[in-house]
């Protein structure tokens, strides 16, 4: 059974290394689905954050936690967009004829989603607050920050590892991920929910993305979190759970 475990791991390591390298080549991906969130956010706070009531003088705090959910959403997109390559030129099936463990191949496309959706988000912290953003709270909040984001990350990957595998095309491949780039804009990421029409708040209000971005607000601002982090966990954890046995059945039935 360790031997087992070892042996996993090991291949979870090469192929970790395999597609770090993928993006170290490609460090465009990373730039690009960083500068489309930083833009977003340049604009909201020097464009729109004036006429926009929050309840907050510093609207750059207000907006942050929803401009880094859609850093995550669109970076996950390169994940499907690879994963798609790989089925298409028949790498897959090479790495089975090799004896290694078969779920690691996908595996390490997951890992290097978390590793370069990380880098991203501490860029746009970064530049956040070199505009103005500040949090004033201690390591474990930061650190319930990262938890939840990184669930977050795991759980629209295995998302987009069910487009790289199902996709005909390359757009097929990455088109899914624009419907979740939308979602923070129908949520409370940018405006308070009451100032919606009654339809569109109540759809912002039982959307995962508004639970995840009150959660991140009310932990950076050192506020009582309240029901907002649990209902935001089982979001995540919930979507991690029937993307990760739905791509796993895909996986199976398609190579």
């Known amino acids: 059974m360790e031997a087992t475990k070892k042996h996993f791991f090991n291949d979870m390591g090469v192929m ?39 309840g907050t003088d510093n609207y ?14 669109s970076g996950i997109s390169y994940t499907s967009y690879r994963l798609f390559l790989d089925v298409q030129k028949g790498i897959i099936e090479r790495f089975h004829t090799m004896p290694i463990s078969r779920s690691t191949i996908l595996w390490g496309h997951v890992l ?9 988000v501490v860029v746009i912290i970064l530049v956040a607050l070199i505009i103005g953003f500040r949090a004033s709270v201690g390591i474990l909040p ?3 920050v990262a938890g939840i984001l990184m669930l977050f990350t795991l759980a629209l990957t295995w998302v987009a590892v069910i487009a790289g ?21 129908i ?20 959307q995962p993305v508004t639970a995840i971005v009150e959660a991140i607000r009310a932990l950076l601002s050192g506020q009582t979190v309240g029901n907002d982090i649990w209902i935001a966990l089982a979001w995540c954890v919930g979507i991690l759970f029937v993307a990760y046995f739905f791509a796993m059945r895909v996986y199976k039935n398609r190579v």
Do not use: C
């Open 16 to 54: 970790l290394g395999r597609s770090m390298r993928h993006i170290s080549r490609s460090m465009d991906t990373i730039v690009t689905v960083t500068i489309m969130p930083i833009a977003f956010m340049l604009l909201f706070v020097y464009v729109f954050g004036g006429a926009i009531q929050t």
């Open 60 to 73: 750059v705090n207000y907006l942050l936690p929803g401009i880094l959910l859609i850093a995550i959403a």
């Open 112 to 120: 290097t989603s978390l590793v370069s959706n990380a880098i991203s």
């Open 142 to 144: 930061w650190l319930a």
């Open 165 to 185: 595998l199902s996709a005909k095309s390359v757009d097929g491949a990455s088109a899914f991920s624009y419907p979740i780039i939308f979602l923070p804009f």
């Open 187 to 206: 949520s409370s990421a940018f405006v308070p929910t009451e100032s919606m029409p009654s339809v569109v708040r109540a759809f912002a209000e039982n």
